[in-house]
Protein backbone atom coordinates (compact mmCIF):
# COMPACT_ATOMS: atom_id res chain seq x y z
CA UNK A 1 0.00 0.00 0.00
CA UNK A 2 2.94 2.29 0.72
CA UNK A 3 4.71 1.82 -2.42
CA UNK A 4 0.91 1.68 -4.38
CA UNK A 5 0.70 5.35 -2.59
CA UNK A 6 3.61 6.53 -3.48
CA UNK A 7 3.45 5.79 -7.18
CA UNK A 8 -0.25 7.12 -7.43
CA UNK A 9 0.93 10.49 -5.56
CA UNK A 10 3.73 10.82 -8.38
CA UNK A 11 1.64 10.15 -10.98
CA UNK A 12 -1.61 12.77 -9.82
CA UNK A 13 1.01 15.61 -8.33
CA UNK A 14 0.02 17.79 -5.63
CA UNK A 15 -3.16 19.63 -5.65
CA UNK A 16 -4.35 23.07 -4.70
CA UNK A 17 -6.04 23.90 -1.57
CA UNK A 18 -8.96 25.81 -2.46
CA UNK A 19 -9.27 27.61 1.25
CA UNK A 20 -5.29 28.51 2.25
CA UNK A 21 -4.44 28.17 -1.99
CA UNK A 22 -1.30 26.26 -1.14
CA UNK A 23 0.14 23.54 -2.91
CA UNK A 24 -0.50 20.25 -1.11
CA UNK A 25 0.30 16.50 -0.87
CA UNK A 26 -2.72 13.77 -1.70
CA UNK A 27 -4.22 12.40 1.26
CA UNK A 28 -4.42 8.75 1.24
CA UNK A 29 -8.05 8.34 0.94
CA UNK A 30 -8.03 10.90 -1.97
CA UNK A 31 -5.04 8.90 -3.97
CA UNK A 32 -7.36 5.60 -3.27
CA UNK A 33 -10.29 7.20 -4.96
CA UNK A 34 -8.49 8.73 -7.66
CA UNK A 35 -6.62 5.19 -8.34
CA UNK A 36 -9.74 2.79 -7.90
CA UNK A 37 -10.62 1.36 -11.41
CA UNK A 38 -14.21 2.10 -12.53
CA UNK A 39 -16.36 -0.51 -12.91
CA UNK A 40 -14.72 -3.30 -11.03
CA UNK A 41 -16.52 -6.70 -11.40
CA UNK A 42 -16.28 -9.04 -8.25
CA UNK A 43 -14.87 -12.26 -9.29
CA UNK A 44 -17.53 -14.39 -8.04
CA UNK A 45 -19.58 -12.41 -10.62
CA UNK A 46 -17.32 -12.67 -13.41
CA UNK A 47 -16.58 -16.76 -13.07
CA UNK A 48 -20.43 -17.38 -13.60
CA UNK A 49 -20.97 -14.95 -16.28
CA UNK A 50 -17.86 -16.75 -17.82
CA UNK A 51 -19.60 -19.77 -17.09
CA UNK A 52 -22.84 -18.96 -19.20
CA UNK A 53 -20.83 -17.71 -21.64
CA UNK A 54 -19.42 -21.51 -22.36
CA UNK A 55 -22.49 -22.94 -21.88
CA UNK A 56 -24.26 -20.48 -24.82
CA UNK A 57 -20.85 -21.52 -26.46
CA UNK A 58 -21.50 -25.16 -26.89
CA UNK A 59 -25.48 -24.59 -27.36
CA UNK A 60 -24.45 -22.61 -30.52
CA UNK A 61 -22.05 -25.64 -31.59
CA UNK A 62 -24.48 -28.03 -31.03
CA UNK A 63 -22.38 -30.34 -28.44
CA UNK A 64 -24.38 -30.23 -25.46
CA UNK A 65 -24.40 -34.00 -24.33
CA UNK A 66 -21.17 -34.17 -24.20
Known sequence: MVFEN???R???GFKR?????E???LHNVELNDLGKPEG???F???SRRRDDN????VQDV???GM
Request: one cysteine or more; charged letters at 40%; hydrophobic letters at 40%.
Open 10 to 12: RIF
Open 23 to 25: WRK
Open 17 to 21: DEVIG
Open 62 to 64: GCE
Open 44 to 46: GRL
Open 6 to 8: RVL
Open 40 to 42: KIP
Open 54 to 57: IKMD
